[in-house]
Nanobody, 115 residues
């Protein structure tokens, strides 16, 4: 069974940067979506960015600040987060989506941005 392990969360001041990494326990076909979602307290989980078969997709709120990258050889997907804002505070989850309709999630990593 596929497992996803996130790392790189932490606390940072507004304007700072963090890099999140997600390692998969086995190979992921390049055509399968890999990405990052986040959930802030009292809010629904939302897409941050993903690498899909057709390219990359970003939430409007992070465009120009966050960059997603994927290394299929290492089975990893990273999220470089720059110019962080307090509203970016959330638990960030790594995700793999299988076309049969199955989502696999990591346990999440907390990002806290203080003003």
């Amino acid at each position: 069974q596929l497992q996803l392990v996130e790392s790189g969360g932490g606390s940072v001041q507004a304007g700072g940067s963090l890099r999140l990494s997600c390692a998969a326990s086995r190979s992921i076909f390049s055509i399968y979506d890999m990405g990052w979602y986040r959930q802030a307290p009292g809010k629904q989980r939302e897409l941050v960015a993903k690498i899909a078969s057709g390219g990359t997709i970003y939430a409007d709120s992070v465009k120009g600040r966050f960059t997603i990258s994927r290394d299929n050889a290492k089975n990893t997907v990273d999220l470089q987060m720059n110019s962080l804002k307090p509203e970016d505070t959330a638990v960030y989850y790594c995700n793999v989506y299988y076309p049969v309709g199955v989502n696999v999630w990591g346990k999440g990593t907390l990002v806290t941005v203080s003003s």
